[in-house]
């Protein structure tokens, strides 16, 4: 299977617990994205990196969120002191740059719960 | 900043019948359209896109969307589902030029009643 991979696909946690998520992107897709789902909800955007380097982070990466794309292959996400509010689904999804606004491809997604 | 509305919510249809998703959005700029679908306990996969030349687009499970500028609408269609298209369908934008972050609508679960 050569799509995006996640993992773990679900994740239990205490309140308080720091949890990381690992993504593995299409192979030659150079482009990663991080998304969350709350229930009811669309996905919203969290950040983007292209290759290594993170080029954008939304406003709803609070500083108890970090991410990193080392060597530009794979991406972990880490939430320090989870709260009940960081529930979700998180979703990772990659591209390449191959003319306009090529397709995007989402991950299975990690289904966090805080407890 | 752009957004993109989602009316309804949930969308109950006989099968074999006709279905129309409803999706709007809002932006000071340009933008392209998709719409993605996710089956139960599955991930999300683009069903259509609209980037540019023909407002009317088709997917190759019959589904087809009509990008309308004045009315800033996506509209999703198709002229008789199935059992098999039950699922949660996601309209969203994206900027013409930028890192093609995407911004989706809440979603409208198609619920196909036999």
């Known amino acids: 299977d050569t799509g995006v991979s996640q993992n773990p696909r679900h994740k239990i946690t205490k309140r308080g617990q720091n949890v990381t998520f690992r993504c593995d992107p299409i192979s030659e897709h150079n482009r990663l994205y991080w998304y969350r789902q709350t229930l009811g909800q669309g996905p919203e955007f969290l950040t983007y990196?292209?290759?290594?380097?993170?080029?954008?982070k939304s406003r709803l990466l609070s500083d108890r969120f970090s991410a990193e794309r080392p060597k530009g292959s794979f991406s972990t996400l880490e939430i320090q002191r989870t709260e009940q509010g960081d529930s979700a689904m998180y979703l990772c999804?990659?591209?390449?740059?191959?003319?306009?606004?090529?397709?995007?491809?989402f991950g299975q997604g990690t289904r966090l719960t805080v407890v | 900043a752009q957004s993109v509305t989602q009316l309804d919510s949930q969308v109950p249809v006989f099968e074999e019948a006709p279905v129309e998703l409803r999706c709007n959005y809002s932006?000071?700029?340009?933008?392209?359209l998709f719409w993605y679908v996710q089956y139960p306990n599955q991930g999300l996969q683009l069903l259509l896109k609209y980037l540019s030349g023909s407002t009317l687009v088709e997917s190759i499970n019959g589904f087809e969307a009509e990008f309308n500028k004045s009315q800033t609408s996506f509209h999703l269609r198709k002229p008789s589902v199935h059992i098999s298209d039950t699922a949660e369908y996601f309209c969203a934008v994206s900027l013409l030029y930028g890192n093609e972050k995407l911004t989706f609508g809440t979603g409208t679960r198609l619920t196909i009643i036999p």
């Open positions: 932006s000071s700029v340009s933008v392209y």
């Open positions: 990196f292209q290759n290594e380097a993170q080029l954008e």
């Open positions: 999804a990659s591209s390449s740059r191959d003319g306009p606004n090529t397709e995007a491809f």
